[in-house]
């Protein structure tokens, strides 16, 4: 009987705690709500980016580490209330005593808010905001990387693409930038910090590149198109698979002759000089 009353207790003891636990959550929810929505420009809605995925329109991050997270918040003001297309924006707020003050504001024309997130790009240990905007489906997307220098928000980089990934190696974190090329193929780099600038990391694009082989095996074995083997031959010269990087040539240059394209097959040529070139300095 003792058993069974401690048990009941015990029972009502963790529904009262994740009672409390659930009204609390709900009250922090209310208040940066609150805090949001008399920060948001006006005619402007919260929207949540496409990439990555799952993430919500508000984030929380603490960048100067005094025990105090930021809000982050992304919008998107339609084209019906200003000159089309819509205008997508992040804002970022700092808590200065009892008032949210805001530090960081950026805005950018385009048809859809591609990406919002928090990566630490420099290695600092410190995440930079990345903020992405889709200009338009043959344009592309252009990035834009903050950095949290002296209690204030830098630009860094800006990056335009049209597809990208995170990519984290050994003690490195960098960006794939997949630039359209041809149809639905793209040229791949893989970029990282170097603390000037985002320039090519062999190493990390070696780690990147089974992601590349598989995204180009499977449209080939879609369609055996040369644009596919081009692309799939850029990838390989920059992962030093040679002989890979070879065969996807004389794949591509037979297609390309059986249309015929001749100033495809001269593509194909000077991708093998490239190639060769590389074999030489390695």
Same mark, same amino acid.
């Given at each position: ?9 015990l029972s ?22 609150k ?16 990439? $990555? =995925?799952?993430?919500?329109? +508000?984030? @929380?991050y603490?960048? %100067?580490? &005094?025990?105090? !997270?930021?809000?982050?918040?992304t919008?998107e ?7 089309? $297309? =819509?205008?997508f924006?992040? +804002?970022? @707020?700092?808590?200065d %005593?009892? &008032?949210?003050? !805001? ?9 859809d ?26 344009i ?19 990056v ?13 974190v ?8 041809v ?79 001749l ?16 074999r030489?300095?390695?």
């Amino acid at each position: 009987m003792k058993k069974i009353i401690t048990l009941t207790l015990l029972s009502l003891v963790a529904i009262n705690f994740i009672l409390m636990t659930v009204h609390a959550n709900q009250g922090q929810k209310k208040d940066l709500m609150k805090i949001v929505k008399a920060n948001m420009p006006p005619h402007s809605t919260l929207i949540s980016p496409e990439k $990555p =995925s799952s993430t919500q329109p +508000i984030q @929380l991050y603490d960048f %100067n580490h &005094d025990g105090q !997270k930021e809000i982050i918040f992304t919008f998107e003001i339609k084209e019906k209330v200003q000159p089309s $297309p =819509s205008q997508f924006g992040a +804002i970022v @707020l700092k808590k200065d %005593n009892a &008032d949210w003050r !805001k530090i960081r504001e950026t805005k950018k024309k385009g048809v859809d808010l591609d990406f919002s997130g928090l990566v630490d790009i420099t290695g600092d240990g410190t995440k930079e905001f990345l903020f992405g905007v889709t200009i338009g489906a043959d344009i592309g997307s252009e990035l834009e990387v903050f950095q949290w220098v002296n209690n204030s928000f830098k630009k860094i980089a800006d990056v335009p693409y049209h597809q990208i990934d995170i990519v984290k190696g050994n003690q490195k974190v960098g960006i794939a930038v997949w630039q359209k090329y041809v149809g639905d193929s793209y040229l791949v780099d893989v970029l990282k910090w170097n603390g000037e600038k985002l320039v090519y990391d062999k190493e990390l694009y070696s780690k990147y590149y089974p992601v590349i082989e598989k995204f180009y095996n499977d449209k080939i074995s879609e369609m055996d198109a040369w644009f596919y083997w081009y692309s799939l031959a850029d990838a390989q010269i920059k992962a030093n698979k040679f002989e890979e990087a070879s065969k996807s040539i004389r794949n591509g240059i037979s297609v390309a002759e059986n249309i015929p394209m001749l100033d495809v097959v001269q593509d194909f040529n000077d991708l093998t000089e490239r190639l060769e070139n590389k074999r030489r300095v390695q």
